[in-house]
C-alpha cells in the first residue's frame, strides 16, 4: 500500500505501523517474498535480545551534515553520545563531496535532568534555541526528540513554531524517540519528514537535468556520471545547502541508491511535489545496473545518451569483471546489512560468482513508502538471481550471527555496519564491511567489490592469527543450538 | 535557565555500563530503551572488552514497556542472558524509560539472586546524572550486592594490600596505562594494589578481596569520592586522596610519598624506590632539555586544556615545571559539582606562586571554544583536547594532542600518562605531534 503523505502533521509513523515491517524471520529469501505481501507476514519476537541502535541517531544523520545547520538533542545528554561520528564525517566525507570547507558540525543537548522529567523540558528548550541562534548564526535548527521528552510530553512542535517565528529561520522538530520503534530506519524517515515540512520548497520551476540521488556519504560518483548524459546530481540530505534541498522539488526525477532509506523522501518529493521516484532496485550487478540507467533514461529523456553510456562503461569494466569472477568463483560468501542494500550486496556477490550462503539482514520492508511492487528488492533479487538460503532478518543481534558463522564458515563476510565484522574475523574468516555505498554501484562496482575481496581473500594472514586467540563471550551452549532458539512466534 | 552542553565531552549515567564492561568477564544487562547501548559504545573508542558493544543484552524498551511495564521484559532476557554470555558477574542498568515507569527492577533482580545468580542493578537513568556520578553508583551497588556476598568479611585485613579508584574506564582513554602505572609504583613501596579493571587486573577476584585492604586510595579530585567514602562507612576503611593526575618526577614521588606517609610504610624501601625511578625519569628530562635548548626552529610554550579536573591540574603541574610549556586558560568540562571547585581552583593556583591560571567550570565545551578563538596569548600553542578540538587548533595555529573522549582522531590501547612512565610518554606525545608539523 502506498503511504500517504501528510506534510501538515509534525510527526510520521514509525515503519512497524506504516509499512508493516518486521525484524524477525528466519527462512528463504524467496519465503520472505512470499508471505510479505499476502497478510501472511507475523513479526517474531526475540525473549532474548542485545542492544540495537534507535531511531535518534539515524534522524541525527540525514541533518547534522547540512551545510549551515544546528542540531540540538532535546534529552539526556547520553541521547547525543554518538553525534560526534559525525562530525568526523562531515571532515572527511566532505571534501569528497564538494564542500570546500567543512567546518565544525554544531551539535548541542539540552542535557534534561530530574527535575525536567517531573516539570517537563520546554522553557530549558525555548532557551537553548535562543542560545544555539546567538552562538552559530545558523540557517537552521533542527531538534530532535529522545524517549524522555517523549514519555514526559514535551511540547516540542509548539516550542519550534514559536522559535522559528522569533528568529527567523527554520526552527525544524524532528519525533524520533527510540522508544517508538525497533526499526532504527524510522529514524530516517522522522528526519526527511522534517525536511520535506520545512525545507523542500515548492518549485518555481522544472529542472529538467536536475536528478536527486538520495544517499549517505558515498563518494561523488554520479557528477560524472550523470554528466556524461547530461544531467545533475541533486544529493539529499548530506552535504547538501539549503538551497539544495528547497530546489529538489524541481528536479526531473529522485533515484535511491538504498530504498531502505530513502523510501519516505522519494515518496514525499513524488506525492507533496511532483517529482517522480524511480521504483526498481538500485544498480548493482550488471542486470539491474542496465535496468536502472534505462529506467532513468526514459525518466529523462535520455534514452540515446544511457545507450552509449552503458556501451562505454561496457567496454571499460567486462574484461575486468570477467577475470574476476574466474579468481572468485565458487567461493562462498555470508552477508550481513540493512535491508535493501543487503539485497544488493547479494546481487554483487553472485555476478561475482561467488556462493552467497545466507545473509542476516536488519529488518524487512513488504513494499516502501511507494507502495511500488517493482521497488521490491528481495522480490527482485530472487527473480533475477534464485532464492538465498538461511535469510535471516535480524536486528544486530550478533549472538544469533555469531552462532550462524560458526555453522556456515563461509570464504568471506561481507558487512554494512560496525560493531559486526568482528565476528567474522573471530572465526578466521576474512571480513570486509563496506563504508561507502557507492562503492558496489554500476560496472565498475563489481570491479571495486571483486578487487576488495580478492584482496582480503589473499591477505588473510591477519584474521588467521586473530583465530588463535580470539575470545568469545559466549557459552558452548549456545554455540550449539539452534541460532533461532529465541525467536518467538507472539509478541 | 537553559543547560546546554555543546560537544559533550561526557555522556549521561548509562555510560557507566563501561564501567561494568572494563571488569572481566561481567557483562551489562540493560533494560533500557533500544538505543542507548550504541549510543555509549559509539562514544567511546574500543569500547568492547569482554562483553561490551554489541554484545550487551538489552530489553530495547518499546511502547508496550512504557505503557505495561518492563518486568517480564527484563525476566525474559536475563533468563537468556544466563544461557547466551558466559559471565561471572551481570549488572542490571537501567535508563530513561524504564525508571520513568516505574519498574521494580531490584524485584526482578533479587529474584535472580536468590537463584544463586551472581547479579546487581543499579539505576542509571540517563536524566539522573551523569557517568562520572554514575560511576561511583556503578562500583558501590557491586560491592553492595555481589562484594558483599561473596567477600570473606571476616579474614583479616592484610597490611600490604590497596584497593585504587583512579582513572575512570573508558571515560579516561588512558585508563589502562593508568592504572597499569599505578599498580606498578604502588608494588614499588611495598603494597599490592587491586586496580579492579582491566585484563591486567584480576577481575573479580580484585573484588572479593576488596573488604581485606587496609585502606583505599583515590586519585581524583571528585569523581570516585563516592566509593571510598561509602567504603569507609562499610568496612571502615580509611581513604588517602590524590587530588589530581600525579604526571611526572615531581608530583609521582610528592604522590608515592603521601601515601608512604598515610599507611606508616617502610620509609627507606619507598625512598629507595624513588631514587631509582626518578633517576631514570631526570637522565630523560636532560635528553628533553637538550632538545628543547637546542631545536632551533619554532615549540610551543603555552598550552590550554579542555579536560576533566584531574588532567587538567594534573598537566599544569607537570608541563609547566617539567617541560617548560605555560598553562594559560584551562576548561575543565566533567560537570565538576560547585561543592568541589574552590578545591580545584586553590590545587591549581598553587602550581606557581609567579602566576595566575585561569580556569573556567562549564561543561558546555562550545563555550570553551568561543573563549580559546578569543585568547591572544604570545607564542605557538599547543591545545590538549579531544576529538572535538582538532580543527579549532587548525584554525588557531595550534599543535593539538588528543587525550579525551570522543576520540576519533587517535587510537590508543594502553598509553597511560599517569606516574613517571606516563610523564615521559606524554612528552614523547606532545614532541611527536609538534615534530610532525615539519616536514
Redesign the interface.
Known amino acids: 500500500m502506498t503511504t500517504k503523505i501528510n506534510l501538515d502533521t509534525a510527526q510520521v509513523e514509525v515503519r512497524e505501523a506504516r509499512l508493516g515491517s518486521v525484524t524477525g524471520y528466519a527462512g528463504t529469501a524467496a519465503g520472505l517474498v512470499g508471505c510479505a505481501r499476502t497478510g501472511k507476514l507475523k513479526d517474531r519476537y526475540r525473549?532474548?535480545?542485545?542492544?540495537?541502535?534507535?531511531?535518534?541517531?539515524n534522524a541525527a544523520c540525514t541533518v547534522i551534515l547540512i551545510q549551515e545547520s544546528a542540531v540540538i538533542s532535546h534529552?539526556?545528554?547520553?541521547?547525543?553520545?554518538?553525534f560526534?561520528?559525525y562530525?568526523?564525517v562531515y571532515?572527511v566525507n566532505g571534501k569528497h563531496r564538494g564542500v570546500e570547507n567543512p567546518?565544525?558540525r554544531?551539535?548541542?543537548?539540552?542535557?534534561?535532568?530530574?527535575n525536567?522529567?517531573v516539570f517537563g523540558g520546554t522553557q530549558?528548550l525555548a532557551?537553548?534555541i535562543?542560545?544555539?541562534h546567538r552562538?552559530v548564526a545558523p540557517k537552521v535548527i533542527f531538534i530532535l526528540t529522545?524517549?524522555?521528552s517523549g514519555?514526559?510530553g514535551d511540547d516540542v512542535e509548539g516550542v519550534a513554531a514559536a522559535a522559528e517565528e522569533e528568529l527567523g529561520v527554520p526552527v525544524v522538530a524532528i519525533f524520533c524517540?527510540?522508544?517508538?520503534?525497533?526499526i532504527?530506519t524510522s529514524g530516517f524517515d522522522a528526519g526527511y519528514h522534517g525536511v520535506a515540512r520545512k525545507l523542500i520548497k515548492p518549485p518555481q520551476k522544472k529542472q529538467t537535468d536536475l536528478v536527486n540521488i538520495v544517499n549517505f556519504w558515498g563518494a561523488d560518483i554520479f557528477s560524472d556520471l550523470f554528466g556524461r548524459i547530461g544531467l545533475r546530481p541533486n544529493y539529499l540530505t548530506p552535504f547538501a545547502t539549503l538551497e539544495q534541498l528547497a530546489e529538489s522539488s524541481e528536479a526531473v526525477a529522485t533515484v535511491q541508491i538504498c530504498a531502505t532509506l530513502g523510501s519516505y523522501l522519494g515518496a514525499a518529493l513524488e506525492q507533496a511535489y511532483g517529482v517522480p521516484e524511480i521504483k526498481i532496485s538500485a544498480p548493482y550487478g550488471v542486470l539491474q545496473t542496465d535496468r536502472w540507467w534505462r529506467e532513468l533514461g526514459r525518466m529523462t529523456g535520455k534514452e540515446a545518451e544511457v545507450e552509449t553510456l552503458l556501451e562505454e562503461e561496457r567496454a571499460a569494466w567486462l574484461p575486468r569483471i570477467a577475470e574476476l569472477r574466474q579468481k572468485l568463483s565458487g567461493k562462498t560468501a555470508y552477508v550481513t546489512a540493512g535491508a535493501s542494500h543487503g539485497h544488493a550486496m547479494i546481487a554483487v556477490l553472485r555476478e561475482l560468482s561467488l556462493e552467497v550462503q545466507g545473509a542476516a539482514v536488519f529488518h524487512h520492508d513488504p513494499l516502501y513508502d511507494n507502495g511500488a511492487e517493482s521497488a521490491d528488492s528481495l522480490q527482485n533479487l530472487v527473480q533475477d538471481s534464485g532464492d538465498v538460503p538461511g535469510y535471516n532478518v535480524c536486528n544486530?543481534q550478533?549472538?544469533e550471527l555469531a552462532n550462524i558463522l560458526n555453522r556456515v564458515r563461509p570464504d568471506i563476510m561481507l558487512a554494512r555496519h560496525g560493531?559486526?565484522t568482528?565476528w567474522g574475523a573471530k572465526y578466521g574468516i576474512p571480513t570486509v564491511l563496506v563504508g561507502d555505498e557507492h562503492f558496489g554501484m554500476g560496472y565498475k562496482g563489481l570491479v571495486n567489490y571483486g578487487e576488495r575481496i580478492l584482496d582480503a581473500l589473499e591477505n588473510d594472514e591477519f584474521v588467521k592469527n586473530l583465530e588463535k586467540h580470539a575470545?568469545?563471550?559466549?557459552?558452548?551452549?549456545?554455540l550449539e543450538q539452534d541460532p533461532y532458539t529465541?525467536l518467538q512466534e507472539e509478541? | 535557565m537553559s543547560s546546554l552542553i555543546e560537544q559533550e565531552r561526557y555522556t549521561c549515567a548509562i555510560g557507566a555500563l563501561q564501567t561494568v564492561v572494563a571488569i572481566p568477564r561481567a557483562v551489562p544487562v540493560l533494560h533500557s530503551g533500544p538505543g542507548c547501548g550504541t549510543m555509549v559504545s559509539r562514544f567511546y573508542t574500543q569500547s568492547t572488552g569482554y562483553a561490551g558493544g554489541n554484545t550487551i543484552p538489552c530489553t530495547n524498551s518499546s511502547e508496550v514497556e512504557v505503557i505495561f511495564g518492563g518486568e517480564k521484559r527484563l525476566r525474559q532476557v536475563l533468563e537468556g542472558t544466563g544461557k547466551v554470555i558466559d559471565a561471572d558477574l551481570q549488572v542490571v542498568l537501567t535508563g530513561c524509560t524504564a525508571d520513568i515507569v516505574g519498574d521494580d527492577v531490584p524485584e526482578v533482580v533479587r529474584e535472580f539472586r536468590e537463584a544463586g545468580r551472581s547479579i546487581v542493578h543499579v539505576s542509571t537513568a540517563g536524566f539522573k546524572s551523569n557517568n562520572y556520578v554514575s560511576h561511583s553508583n556503578v562500583v558501590n551497588a557491586i560491592i553492595d550486592q555481589y562484594v558483599d556476598v561473596v567477600a570473606a568479611k571476616d579474614a583479616p585485613r592484610d597490611p600490604t594490600l590497596v584497593n585504587v579508584f583512579a582513572s575512570l574506564p573508558f571515560q579516561d582513554p588512558f585508563w589502562k596505562g593508568n592504572l597499569r602505572e599505578l599498580k606498578r609504583i604502588l608494588a614499588g613501596v611495598g603494597l599490592r594494589a587491586n586496580i579492579l579493571f582491566g585484563p591486567e587486573s584480576d577481575g573479580l577476584e580484585e573484588w572479593a578481596s576488596i573488604p581485606q585492604a587496609a585502606f583505599n586510595i583515590l586519585v581524583s579530585p571528585w569523581y570516585g569520592l563516592d566509593i571510598v567514602r561509602h567504603l569507609e562507612s562499610k568496612y571502615g576503611q580509611s581513604y588517602f586522596q590524590f587530588p589530581y593526575l600525579p604526571i611526572g618526577g615531581n608530583e609521582t614521588t610528592k604522590f608515592l610519598r603521601g601515601v608512604a606517609e598515610f599507611a606508616d610504610l617502610d620509609r627507606k624501601r619507598v625512598e629507595a624506590f624513588i631514587a631509582r625511578e626518578e633517576n631514570v625519569f631526570y637522565e630523560e628530562i636532560q635528553n628533553l632539555a637538550t632538545f628543547l635548548l637546542e631545536f632551533r626552529y619554532n615549540l610551543p610554550n603555552h598550552f590550554h586544556a579542555i579536560h576533566d579536573a584531574g588532567y587538567v591540574v594534573g598537566f599544569a603541574k607537570f608541563l609547566l615545571h617539567e617541560v617548560g610549556i605555560v598553562p594559560k586558560e584551562q576548561f575543565i568540562v566533567d560537570g565538576t559539582p560547585e561543592e568541589f571547585q574552590d578545591a580545584i581552583r586553590a590545587e591549581l593556583a598553587s602550581t606557581s606562586s609567579k602566576r595566575e591560571i585561569p580556569v573556567t567550570f562549564d561543561p558546555d565545551a562550545g563555550l570553551a571554544q568561543e573563549a580559546i578563538r578569543l585568547a591572544d596569548n604570545h607564542g605557538r600553542g599547543l591545545l590538549i583536547g579531544s576529538g572535538w578540538d582538532k580543527l579549532l587548533a587548525q584554525d588557531k595555529g595550534f599543535d593539538f594532542l588528543s587525550a579525551g573522549v570522543p576520540s576519533p582522531y587517535r587510537l590508543v590501547l594502553t598509553t597511560g600518562y599517569l606516574g613517571y612512565r606516563g610523564g615521559l610518554r606524554l612528552v614523547e606525545d606532545i614532541y611527536d605531534r609538534v615534530l610532525a608539523t615539519y616536514k
Open positions: 525473549t532474548f535480545s542485545q542492544c540495537l541502535g534507535c531511531s535518534t541517531s534529552g539526556p545528554v547520553g541521547c547525543s553520545a554518538c560526534h561520528d562530525a568526523f571532515r567546518t565544525q554544531r551539535i548541542f543537548s539540552t542535557n534534561l535532568d530530574e525536567d522529567t530549558k532557551d537553548s535562543r542560545e544555539v552562538r529522545t524517549c524522555s514519555i514526559v524517540e527510540g522508544f517508538r520503534s525497533r532504527w544486530k550478533e549472538f560493531g559486526m568482528r575470545i568469545t563471550p559466549y557459552t558452548k551452549w549456545w529465541f509478541v
